[in-house]
Nanobody, 125 residues
Framework: QVQLVESGGGLVQAGGSLRLSCAAS????????MGWFRQAPGKEREFVAA????????YYADSAKGRFTISRDNAKNTVFLQMNSLKPEDTAVYYC??????????????????WGKGTLVTVSS
C-alpha cells in the first residue's frame, strides 16, 4: 500500500509559479513510476506529467511542455511538479499518482495504482 499526500497548491497570478510536492509513504517508492494529473471544474481528469522510476524518462501533456517540470527524489520519497508561466486555464485540482507499470503508460492514461487526494491550484487573470 502506498499513500500519497500532495502539497504546494494555492492562489497565484497568471505568469507566476508554483511547486507542487507529493510525499509517498512506504519503502518502495523507487519501484513506482509517478505522475501528476489534474481536474478542472466540470472537466474530466487529465494527464499532466509522468516520470520513470529512476527519473531518467519524463512525459508531458502538450499543455505542460515548456512550462512544467516533473522531478523526483527517491531518497526522500517525493515527486515534484514545478509549474512556471501559469495560466488561468491551469486552474484545477492536481493529483499525484503512482503506477507499478510505466511512466509511458501513465501518459496514455492507464496503469495508475494509487492516487493522492489532490491539491487545488487557482490561477487568477
Amino acid at each position: 500500500q502506498v499513500q500519497l499526500v500532495e502539497s504546494g497548491g494555492g492562489l497565484v497570478q497568471a505568469g507566476g509559479s508554483l511547486r507542487l510536492s507529493c510525499a509517498a509513504s512506504g519503502r518502495t517508492f523507487s519501484r513506482y513510476a509517478m505522475g501528476w494529473f489534474r481536474q478542472a471544474p466540470g472537466k474530466e481528469r487529465e494527464f499532466v506529467a509522468a516520470i520513470s522510476r529512476s527519473g531518467t524518462s519524463t512525459y508531458y501533456a502538450d499543455s505542460a511542455k515548456g512550462r512544467f517540470t516533473i522531478s523526483r527524489d527517491n531518497a526522500k520519497n517525493t515527486v515534484f511538479l514545478q509549474m512556471n508561466s501559469l495560466k488561468p486555464e491551469d486552474t484545477a485540482v492536481y493529483y499525484c499518482a503512482a503506477a507499478s507499470s510505466t511512466a509511458q503508460a501513465m501518459a496514455n492514461g492507464y496503469g495508475m495504482d494509487y492516487w493522492g487526494k489532490g491539491t487545488l491550484v487557482t490561477v487568477s487573470s
